[in-house]
């Protein structure tokens, strides 16, 4: 009796001393989860100050990283809890093709994402004159991929009239991965897609009609734009736009369901190897226990910048739509109290 006494007394102490292990390693691991402070936004975009822009004009009143000084005034009242984000996919670790804004508002537990066409035009001075070519001006203006990611947050506040809060930038093999990790994503092919690219290593052959493809494929469907000939059609940026979303969305959807909570250390690992973003593990952390606040993968705007037409040949520039572009934002990822105006972007004459 008495060595039976002693084996639920040491029983007791074990799972106590568990107990509080797991107690305190949860306040510990709690503490590092935490939503980012939200850094003061110039409204305005000749008082930005941006790397690597020594391709802009003189008029952008920016002089590789030396800018305007900025004053109160030049700060806007946030709405409270709302959060933007800059979101690029690299090619080769270079060219951005894939360009989004997105915000995400906690309170009301709301979230949108805004798709840039690659060929928009935007109001620099170089060759090129396409948000496209943001990145890479800025990474090989001589300060590298912060350059690059400076001089692509320029840019865009120039289309939308703000200066994102942070940025993430996604590499091919993440998107494989992310996909592969959440078992596949469900889409509908309109076509058979059939192009070959030696040059670039590109083999795309993918059946049409509803099917669940694996991470490769999808990056496939989401790459796809010209067809060969007499197989497959060419499709607009903006039909490969849709398609990018279409699996965006197969991926939240995935991600919200239960089963994803198992697949947070393969999440973590994907993130760190091949995401790169100015937010904190325990940032990011916070954002992932948002998720269940957003009302399913529908309940995630998704919307193209609005365009009014193409400069045609010979660079077939995408002309931003004033009009629309201040209606969208406002409705969606404007992060100030007061509405973005026309005064606040910069568009191309």
């Known amino acids: 009796m008495h060595k039976q006494k ?15 292990g797991i107690g305190a390693g949860w306040i510990a691991f709690s503490s590092i989860i935490r939503p980012p402070t939200i850094p003061q936004t110039p409204a305005a975009v000749n008082t930005l100050t941006v790397n690597g822009g020594n391709s802009s004009s003189s008029s952008d009143n920016v002089d590789n ?15 409270p809890m709302f959060f933007t984000f800059l979101i690029f996919g690299l090619t080769e670790g270079l ?25 928009t035009l935007v109001d620099v001075q170089r060759n090129s004159r396409k948000i496209v070519s943001a990145y890479p001006v800025g990474r090989l203006g001589g300060q590298g991929h912060a350059g690059g990611v400076e001089r692509m947050r320029y840019e865009v506040q120039t289309l939308i009239g703000f200066r994102p809060d942070f940025y993430i930038s996604v590499d091919y093999e993440a998107f494989v991965r992310m996909v592969d990790a959440v078992g596949g994503v469900e889409v509908h092919v309109p076509f ?10 590109l083999h795309i052959d993918l059946q049409a009609g509803l099917q669940t493809l694996n991470g490769r494929d999808a990056l496939l469907f989401s790459r796809y734009r010209t067809g060969t000939e007499g197989i497959s059609p060419t499709i607009s940026d903006y039909r490969r736009i849709e398609h990018q979303q279409q699996v965006l969305s197969a991926v939240v959807r995935q991600l919200l369901t239960p089963a994803s909570i198992l697949r947070i250390p ?14 904190s593990p325990g940032e990011l952390l916070w954002f992932a226990t948002q998720a269940r606040s957003i009302g399913g993968a ?17 660079f077939w520039y995408e002309l931003p739509d004033e009009e629309g572009i201040l209606e969208l934002v406002n409705r969606t990822v404007n992060p100030f109290v007061r509405d973005i105006t026309a005064e606040d972007l910069r568009l191309a004459q």
């Open 298 to 314: 529908d309940a995630i705007g998704l919307y193209t910048l609005p365009i009014s037409g193409t400069s045609g040949l010979p």
């Open 266 to 279: 393969e999440f973590i690992n994907i993130f760190n190897s091949h995401f790169d973003s100015d937010l």
């Open 95 to 119: 060219n951005a093709n894939t360009i989004m804004v997105a915000s995400y508002d906690s309170i009301a537990g709301e979230a949108n994402l805004i798709s840039i066409p690659r060929d």
């Open 65 to 79: 990283g030396v800018g305007m000084p900025l004053t109160e005034e030049d700060f806007e009242e946030r709405k």
């Open 192 to 201: 058979r897609m059939f192009y070959i690219d030696t040059y670039q290593d």
């Open 6 to 20: 002693k084996l639920i007394k040491i029983v007791i102490i074990f799972f106590s001393i568990m107990l509080f």
